[in-house]
């Protein structure tokens, strides 16, 4: 990916992901909002999420950080990191 990401957009892609995968309205999930507590996200449900996620933007998410994925923001934070590698 280029050095100009626009991070906004990739944040609406994901919050989309993420609608379809929990089958929630998007307008309902906020980037604070944690995957299990307040989505009712479960663990295959999540890497769901981690693989929609590695096929879209084309990065690996090293089996390490994957625990670490408990809510939208930890997605953007991550992700971030990988996009600016």
Do not use: H, T
Not at 15 to 40: H, N, T, V, W, Y
Not at 44 to 55: F, P, T, Y
Not at 69 to 79: A, G, K, M, T
């Amino acid at each position: 990916m280029s050095d100009n990401i626009n991070f906004e957009e990739i944040k609406k892609e994901i919050r989309k992901l993420i609608s379809e995968i929990a089958e929630i309205p998007e307008e309902e999930i906020k980037d604070d909002a944690r995957f299990a507590e307040d989505l009712g996200i479960d663990s295959m449900m999540a890497l769901e999420v981690v693989a929609g996620i590695e096929k879209k933007y084309k990065v690996v998410i090293p089996e390490a950080e994957i625990p670490i994925i408990r809510s939208l923001q930890n997605v953007y934070d991550l992700l971030g990191k990988l996009l600016n590698k």
